[in-house]
């Protein structure tokens, strides 16, 4: 394969004769049915290209119905026996598995970086936060206990939760290990079954992360993973017997995914796009916040949920604008496994076509591109999908302030005041997250209350909270999800749905409440029942 430069070609050789699921030199994705690593009959192929070199890397199937159904089947079958197994043995499933991950953190993260095309440093931060997530789940006895107290003489009232069945699991391409850890620990140990579909763009991790499961002790069909597009996400929202799906993307398959498949009568969580923004303040710590905001905006190029894709400049903090050019500037842009990169390319060259196109408009629109990463060459890799970092005075009715870009891509406002700021902020229709730079308690506590976005950060730029708490995403839940499904054109929104992903809100979400209403009269210990009594009962 004289394509992939040689760090990769040694990792993709390794990883390719080590893994039942996936391959790294030209060959298959497979499905994972009943505990089985199947190749697809289909005829439906999707290539799999390195993002630096354009060299075919893998294929994945267009998983086929009968291949779908025998997932069902599988999951349905083992839902049978797993939801019987005592929380222990459920338990030592989580437990074994986080070490199973953490020893092959570096083999997942190879895989990411091959087919996501982020740097290594990144990619293992990728698997270490789905690594947390399966740590949470390890507490699964004690996130599962009910509730219990005597509500009437000798009669008692428990309630206890149980699992849901067949779940569905379907990711974006982003986080190719955390959001699949998103979901496989939660959906299992609190009893259900799963069928994953990864992206079609970089299934490899989760297939590694589905091997290591089994190793693990799970049994067969409690997971299985099927690939496609479109139709396959339709069969899930649309098979009777899957109960739930979560589904981790982008806003048109987000709406779509939760209108059909709540229509269907499932429960659905869709965390869907993003346009995160920073209130930068003339007391900040300027060093710091630069700096945390080029992390960031350029980090993993832009294609996170979480990016800083917006700075607000309150006051005198417009004079930090040279300085933060200046650095994003120096930022280094190359092939992921490259020693100093500081962001890699764009996963596909449709997302770097897109995104030049998002900062064409910026300029047609009357914005100004104060650092232009377009046109970026990084000589080793002349085909590689890369964006130079970029920066873009712009006002909120431009279209690269409207639109999520999700690339390398920071839009720069100017607001004379901290109420502005927030003002601007809350009329955007994301909610995932915002933070605010200050060494000011009273302006920090003033945001932190007014601010809208479900996910905030003080001096913090990527707030995801920690899997023992819940990602709290929002906009778009309550009532506006009746406007979501009266809509025509595609929702701008962070999330659809009522219950959170992971920490106790994924328990919530994989699992329905059940009360039980036992009467053993103590006097019965010793004396013969009264009787039947055909009266309602009453509180004695
Ligand atoms: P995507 O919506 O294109 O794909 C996500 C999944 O949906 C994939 O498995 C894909 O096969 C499927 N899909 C795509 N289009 C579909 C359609 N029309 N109908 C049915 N299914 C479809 O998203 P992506 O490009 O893989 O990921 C990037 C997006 O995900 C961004 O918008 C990002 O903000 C979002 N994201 C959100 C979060 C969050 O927690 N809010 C986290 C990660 C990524």
Redesign the pocket.
Known sequence: MPGLNSLSLERAEQLSSQWKGTNFLGGTAKNFIDGEFRESTTDKWIEILDPSTQTLLSRVPETTNEEFESAVEAASKAFQSWRKTSVLKRQRFALELQALIRQNMDNIANAIVLEQGKTFGDAQGDVLRGLQVVETACAIPTLLMGEKIEVSKDMDTETRKVPLGVCAS??????PAM?PLWTIPMAIVTGNTLIL?????DPGAALMIAELCQRAGLPNGVLNIVH???PT??AICNHPKIKAIS????????Q??YNLGTQNGKRVQA????KNHAVIMPDANKDQALNALLGAACGAAG???MAISVAVLVGTAQQFLPDLIERASKLKVSQGFEKGTDFGPVTTPAAKTRIEGLIASAKKEGGNILLDGRGIQVPEYPNGNFVGATIIEATTSMTCYKE?I?GPVLIVINTNTLDEAIALVNDNPYG?GSAIFTQSGPIARKFETEIEAGQIGINVPIPVPLPFFS?T?NKASGSQIIFCIIMTKVLQA??LGDIN?YGKGGISFYTQTKTTTSLWRSDDANVAGEGVSLNMPTMK
């Open positions: 379907i990711a974006p391409f982003n986080f959001i579909k990864p992206s079609e763009r496609g597009t479109v996400v339709n589904f981790v993307g982008g806003n048109r398959a987000g779509h995914i965390n869907m796009g993003a294609q996170r949920c999520e999700f995932n990602w995403g962070s999330f992903f």
